[in-house]
């Protein structure tokens, strides 16, 4: 059964203080890895997507990278505005495989 | 470019009556739709996704059943509501080709 796991559950960090979200997965087959971020009370907002182990991808503060059994997201220097819970989720197989999602970090960046 | 619609935003049931959430997506043709469930501290659950008109595939038995009446048009729906329906519903949809689901603002259900 494909997992994905995440951690830690919470983050609590001071503006500027740098750190690392873990997302790591059991997949046969894994055909690609995606972070998003969710603010309260709304939907995921997808951010990036990783395909094959090496790879990176950087937005703003952000930066996401893949080996073959996690990712991190790194977030540089951030700001409260980053505050908010960030998913990360699996497809594995091929075709039409629903993605699995893990429980997410919920990260908050005091001023 | 593409959106999608969900609503409504917030929803206040009482337990027995039936349920009608829907979803549409402007902008694309032919897409993968999904509907999820998040509960607090549980993460996002698939219930339903579906990769053309009619064709729809649930990924957990329950009290709720989904319909695809048109390309762009996903409809969640419940005969009779439980206390354990509540929760914030989510829709989201992807092409065909690239897995990247893109997903609505949400429902949050509350049954009473």
């Known amino acids: 059964e494909d997992q994905v796991t995440q951690s830690p559950e919470a983050l609590r960090l001071q503006e500027g203080e740098s750190s690392s979200l873990n997302c790591s997965y059991t997949?046969?087959?894994?055909?690609?890895l995606f972070w998003y971020r969710q603010d309260p009370g709304k939907g995921p907002e997808f951010l990036f997507t990783?395909?094959?182990a090496g790879e990176e991808k950087e937005k703003e503060r952000l930066k996401a990278t893949l080996t073959k059994k996690e990712s991190f997201l790194h977030i540089t220097a951030p700001k409260p505005e980053d505050s908010a819970t960030y998913l990360c989720?699996?497809?594995?197989?091929?075709?039409?495989?629903?993605?699995?999602f893990g429980k997410g970090t919920r990260l908050s960046v005091i001023a | 470019s593409q959106t999608i619609h969900q609503w409504p935003a917030t929803l206040v049931q009482p337990v027995g009556s039936p349920l009608s959430l829907e979803c549409t997506v402007e902008?694309?043709?032919?897409?993968?739709l999904y509907w999820y469930r998040q509960a607090a501290g549980r993460g996002l659950q698939l219930l339903f996704y579906?990769?053309?008109?009619?064709?729809i595939s649930s990924e957990v038995p329950q009290n709720l059943s989904a319909s695809r009446p048109q390309d762009r048009q996903f409809i969640l729906s419940s005969k009779k509501l439980l206390l354990s329906d509540s929760g914030f519903y989510l829709c989201a949809w992807s092409r065909q080709v690239k897995n990247i689901q893109y997903f609505g603002a949400g429902t949050r259900l509350s049954v009473l």
């Open positions: 989720a699996v497809q594995a197989g091929s075709g039409n495989t629903p993605l699995v």
């Open positions: 902008g694309t043709s032919n897409p993968n």
């Open positions: 579906s990769v053309g008109i009619g064709q």
């Open positions: 990783l395909y094959s």
């Open positions: 997949v046969s087959g894994l055909r690609g």
